[in-house]
């Protein structure tokens, strides 16, 4: 991407068509029984059972273990994970995201590798119109290291989506509200925001984001037309992620009596307020208020999180892109440092918090070259 000027939109709409082609073999030649890079993950696979379930089990599918619900529910892909976990631990959108999955499994007649290799290939579709979304947020930014950071998204996103995570989808979801948001939409933008809450709990680190889209959107009520149905249906969606949360929380006290939080690993929390707080200075020294509380909210998820995987990492990238948010048209050194220094942060936080050590987003794409197992 040009550091002077921002990509024609001609470009930009082959970014995700381009992310996805040139990653949809990798599931079709691997010869993992799941689909996914490493033969071992499932959530792909969960979430349509889980889905499936909820039709039959409701509100039980937050309230109760998901060992205690799921058998006599006739699903034909059954697979024996998350049995003291409710069903669903994240909002309703998710229900959205597997539907057209749940059907094709529940009365495709696939075999079981077969449906493994669709979901993986339906995940990848998301992280590739997520990194769309990422590609049009940046181009609206300022210039500066923007070619580093897509970079290391593309890895990211790559990463979850071959191994079978939605984690990128209220990635895109945020990334598009951002977007909106500089186009000077903060209707869509609040929207977007909103529909980001409803697919992952995670998303609560773009609540910066959402206050500033909020602001906006009250203050220029006066032209945005049928605005008290759009603020009506935003807030619709967070107060459902919100109660069903409440909900689901509660059922995860034995996941949480064995898990292994930053809070319980010596040192490791010292260090990561210590790089943060380097980063936070760097965020305050040049205004970039946004990022900084994102920052913030960044750290205190990974300090108060039952368990830290490298998926949830994800989360960090709320940061880099929050840079230069609130001055689109600044124009100086500054943006690429700070983008710059992102990255080392987050390389830094990673093997501490989610116990990647610099790399399982490497590891696993040395795994793309050479053809997933």
Known sequence: MSESSAPPERWLKWVGPLFFLTLAWIPLFNQSRFGDLSN???DHLHHSYATWVSFSRGVEIYTRPFGEIRDGTSWP?????WKDMPGFAYPPGVVGVFLPLTLLGRYGGLSFHAFAVVSVLVMLAWAAWAFHQAARAMALLPPGSRAALLGFTWLLFAQCALQGFYDTAFLGAAFAGLAAG???KPDRALLWLSLAAFLHF???VFAPLGVWVLWR???ERARIPAWRAKLALAVGMIALALVT???????TRAFQARAVTLLSVPRALGVVLVVSGVFALLLAWRREWLAL???GLVVAVAAVEPQQYWWHALIVLAV???IGALTPARRDWGTSMLRGVSLIWILALNPLVWRDNLGLVFGDFVKVVRFGL
């Open 77 to 81: 892909y059954p697979i024996d994970v």
């Open 293 to 295: 509380a994102s920052l």
């Open 245 to 251: 949360f409440a909900l689901m929380y509660p059922t």
């Open 202 to 204: 995670r998303a609560a």
């Open 40 to 42: 071992w993950y499932t």
């Open 320 to 322: 880099p892109y929050a």
């Open 182 to 184: 500089l186009r000077d």
């Open 217 to 219: 959107f009250w203050t």
